[in-house]
């Protein structure tokens, strides 16, 4: 009676795993250290996947095209 039954808590963890791998994978990220590792958490922990996209596209290590 009013108990969780096991495909909610399946349900509930896979929705949980979405929003902890983009702060994992950033945590674990050796782009960036330090203050601005924190900083980028805190983007991401309020923007999860789309935090997460900026980050590695803002600290992306490929040079700019020369122009002419």
């Known amino acids: 009676m009013g108990g969780i039954s096991l495909w909610q808590l399946v349900i ?3 929705i949980l795993s ?3 791998l ?3 994978l950033l ?3 050796s782009r960036v250290h330090g203050m601005t590792k924190l ?10 996947w789309l935090g997460l996209g900026v980050f590695f596209i803002s600290t992306s290590s490929r040079s700019a095209p020369e122009i002419g």
């Open 22 to 24: 983009p702060l994992l």
């Open 12 to 14: 509930l963890l896979m």
């Open 27 to 29: 945590a674990l990220s």
């Open 18 to 20: 979405l929003y902890m």
């Open 39 to 48: 900083g980028w958490l805190m983007v991401v922990a309020c923007t999860s």
